[in-house]
């Protein structure tokens, strides 16, 4: 006997793989232009967050102005969590009317503005 040669059948195969290594095939690719001719959506504001602290809060004459501070990326450990500070315009009533993020920074980062 050779070196390097087999005894008996060769070993079973599995299933003859088609379709780039799946044995199902690829579902069927979409209509041209059946994506564009849907109007696009307006962009969805991000879902409010309840505020980690309001650092800054001042009447308007339309209602309330306030810089609160929000946890976006919670992280271990503490001090490297994401926070975030937003104006926010409040009416009278003190519904939302508009928000904006101002600055985003770590949470164990030290303030060197002012």
């Not at 793989?17 to 979409?30: D, E, F, I, N």
């Not at 109007?39 to 800054?56: K, Y």
């Not at 810089?67 to 490297?80: C, F, I, S």
């Not at 928000?99 to 920074?105: A, G, H, I, N, V």
């Amino acid at each position: 006997m050779k070196h390097g040669s087999r005894r008996g059948p060769p070993p079973p195969r599995g299933p003859r793989r088609k379709y780039g290594g799946h044995t199902t095939p690829p579902p069927p690719p979409a209509r041209r232009g059946a994506r564009a001719r849907r109007p696009p959506s307006p962009p969805r504001p991000a879902p409010p967050r309840a505020p980690d602290s309001v650092s800054a809060l001042k009447p308007t004459n339309d209602g309330w102005e306030a810089d609160v501070e929000v946890l976006e990326v919670e992280r271990v450990p503490d001090t490297t969590s994401v926070m975030a500070t937003y104006r926010v315009s409040l009416d009278k009533e003190g519904d939302l009317v508009a928000y904006e993020r101002t600055r985003r920074y770590t949470r164990g980062q030290i303030d060197r503005r002012g």
